[in-house]
């Protein structure tokens, strides 16, 4: 079978990968501590599955509008005003199957081959995938950990030219934890806000952060709604990830061109999820906050653990439910440790590599698991600590 050459240029997500491995090892017999995987651990919250119950039975099971019901897009509006401080009309909503479709169909309405796009690195690993599958130039910009995992805004600047369409940015940041300062945010949005691009803001972890105000959205700030795209959704914040339904907001143009995406590739969203969205937005919202400071008594818990394994140096992280160790003390690379801990200690982890160039020399783990296998899992990694001290 002959494929066509675009299919070299597109990648996957390593923890899936991961967890084949891993479940491979588990059949024969071992037992392994799963910190790949980036998904809550907690239950969809009880009035979300009512609710999905109740619009089977009400007979929510036909086609609908490929932009999304419009009593979901007005509840989406409504929250995305409120909690960004902007005024958002339903017409800009878009509500797709996941929140990926929010990150592939606006590049492809958007990109031509040769145009650059700009991304955080280390990074979610679809940025990058879609930007090469789709002919663009990748253009990422390190991460700093002195920074709070956030850019070099001189390099930032630097890396704009006349070629650049897209701008990433996620905050709170997956693999790091990291948040983007809002002195960093308006900083970036005064280098973009007269170019000729559209910045992509990844925001999908917006309700998951440990800081005392909430992540700071540049569409918030003047002249920058009308060039952004938000992606958000309902996977991390309700533990909703299997439900595959996730929302954009944008201008008007790029609706347009999205709901003809949509069309040609979904159709639309599962309109019984879509209701049962409704209820996440709109109903009580206790479980969230639970489920924040749940993962906050894992993150002290566990980044104070792997502090105390020899080469390890973790910096506690401002949001998402990612530890990012950096490991270059262990004088092993980052893949290497992956592996070794996965096979010698039973401990699933993600290579921070799988994230990009300058994920060299770390390693993501994801806290989404309950503190006792955390703290299993920190006791597996130091017992294992002098396969790698012992060859220094």
């Known amino acids: 079978m002959r494929f066509a050459a675009r299919m070299q240029r597109i990648g996957v997500e390593s923890a899936f990968d991961v967890l084949v491995k891993a479940r491979e090892l588990e059949a024969r017999g071992r037992h392994i501590v799963h910190l790949e995987i980036g998904e809550p651990d907690f239950p969809t919250p009880l009035h979300i599955v009512e609710a999905a119950k109740l619009a089977l039975d009400e007979g929510w099971t036909h086609y609908g509008p490929a932009q999304g019901l419009p009593d979901l897009r007005d509840a989406i509006a409504a929250y995305i005003s409120r909690t960004r401080s902007i005024l958002v009309h339903p017409r800009n909503v878009c509500v797709v199957p996941g929140e990926k479709p929010i990150l592939f169909f606006p590049m492809l309405a958007l990109l ?13 690993p679809i940025y990058e995938s879609v930007i090469r599958f789709l ?37 709170p940041q997956n693999p790091t934890g990291g948040l983007i300062s809002e002195g960093d945010i308006r900083a970036i949005a005064d280098m973009v806000r007269d170019r000729d691009l559209i910045v992509l803001s990844d925001e999908i972890y917006s ?28 996977s991390k914040t309700y533990a909703m990830t299997g439900w595959r339904i996730g929302y954009g907001v944008m201008p008007e143009p790029l609706v347009d061109a999205v709901n003809k995406l949509m069309v040609n590739c979904n159709s639309c969203t599962a309109s019984f ?19 924040v400071v749940e993962f906050r008594r894992r993150r002290d818990a566990f980044c104070a653990a792997l502090n105390t394994i020899p080469g390890f140096r973790c910096a506690l992280p401002d949001g998402a439910f990612y530890a ?40 993501r783990f994801s806290y989404a698991n309950s503190l006792e296998n955390l703290l299993e899992a920190a006791r597996r990694i130091a017992a294992v600590s002098g396969l790698w001290t012992s060859a220094r």
């Open 112 to 124: 031509e081959p040769g145009d650059e796009v700009v991304y955080p690195n280390p990074g979610f």
């Open 135 to 171: 002919g663009a130039t990748p253009v990422p910009i390190p991460l700093l950990e002195d920074r709070g995992f956030s850019f070099d805004l001189d390099r930032l600047r630097d890396s704009l030219t006349p070629r650049t369409r897209l701008l990433i940015l996620n905050s």
């Open 207 to 234: 309700r998951i952060y440990y800081t005392t105000r909430p992540p700071f959205s540049i569409a918030s700030l003047p002249g920058m709604l009308e060039k952004t795209i938000i992606l958000d959704g309902f």
């Open 273 to 291: 999820t879509q209701r049962a969205a409704i209820a996440a937005l709109t109903g009580p919202q206790t479980d969230v906050a639970n489920m």
């Open 324 to 363: 990012f160790p950096n490991i270059s003390d262990t004088g092993m690379a980052s893949h290497g440790l992956a592996d070794l801990l996965l096979d010698e200690a039973g401990v699933s982890c993600l290579d921070g590599g799988s994230f990009g160039e300058f994920g060299q020399g770390y390693i």
